[in-house]
């Protein structure tokens, strides 16, 4: 339904089209011109040089076959995303290329799609890296795939240092019962919390209340973690807990 046919003698520029590929855009086929150009005006302008160079490079026997993505300009104002693919059929004794056939698919739900899912990737990101909290992605064996600066201040390394971790090798995942977390989240797929004092292999001493959540992405489990520096709240509460302690111990001397 939403694929139609079009057939172009080159020389003469005549193109014509079927009832469905004018429908893609919104035409009955007495509304359109059969000619190369009038396909040609209803390219996006940001679309334009590409789509023609690559007409231009089949012509010229750069390429085998011809394949484009492309918007035209739909009858209404809108535009309309489509798969153009064709080859020329006919070439004269000099090779010239007399007559080109090919299809139009509308792609468009596709292409709107694609756009809403790259934007909320987007969104997804940007919100990672400016959180106060450290966040990181691991691959189930472990490797670190993504990591934010926040994460990298908290545990003292900058994130190149972090991408190359596997927090199944870090003794501070192992003392901290943070690797038992980690694997309980894979296997069972119940997120965990836990507040932990860790030293980081890179020697810095944090308090942290842990977060973890396994996750699919490409088919395969994923591990989110998030760290909260909480080592200051954890700090004044060791400080007024050695105070009350140590008031207990006066009144009890008395």
């Known amino acids: 339904a939403n694929l139609g046919s079009w057939d172009w003698y080159v020389q003469a520029g005549q193109a014509i089209a079927s009832q469905r590929s004018a429908e893609l855009i919104g035409y009955s086929l007495d509304e359109i011109e059969q000619h190369f150009d009038f396909w040609a005006s209803l390219l996006h302008p940001d679309d334009r040089q590409r789509a023609l160079e690559k007409v231009s490079d089949h012509l010229a026997g750069v390429t085998d076959y011809y394949e484009d993505e492309y918007r035209l300009r739909h009858k209404s104002g809108d535009w309309k995303w489509l798969l153009s693919r064709g080859k020329v059929t006919e070439r004269d004794q000099d090779g010239k290329p007399l007559r080109m056939t090919g299809t139009y698919l509308d792609i468009t739900d596709r292409k709107l799609f694609e756009l809403r899912a790259a934007e909320?990737?987007?969104?997804?990101?940007?919100?990672?890296?400016?959180?106060?909290?450290?966040?990181?992605?691991?691959?189930?064996?472990?490797?670190?795939?993504?990591?934010?600066?926040?994460?990298?201040?908290?545990?003292?390394?900058?994130?190149?240092?972090?991408?190359?971790?596997?927090?199944?090798?870090l003794a501070s995942?192992?003392?901290?019962?943070?690797?038992?977390?980690?694997?309980?989240?894979?296997?069972?797929?119940?997120?965990?919390?836990?507040e932990a004092r860790v030293t980081s292999t890179f020697g810095k001493n944090v308090w942290v209340d842990a977060r973890m959540a396994r996750f699919t992405s490409g088919g395969e489990p994923h591990l989110l973690l998030v760290f909260n520096d909480i080592t200051e709240r954890r700090t004044a509460e060791d400080a007024l807990k050695f105070e009350r302690e140590q008031l207990l111990s006066l009144f009890e001397s008395i």
């Open 173 to 194: 995942w192992k003392d901290g019962g943070l690797l038992s977390d980690a694997e309980r989240v894979l296997d069972r797929g119940i997120n965990r919390q836990r």
């Open 120 to 169: 909320a990737n987007e969104l997804r990101e940007k919100i990672v890296s400016e959180s106060p909290m450290g966040i990181a992605v691991y691959r189930a064996d472990g490797q670190c795939i993504s990591a934010n600066e926040a994460l990298g201040r908290i545990v003292g390394a900058d994130k190149e240092r972090l991408l190359a971790q596997n927090f199944r090798n």
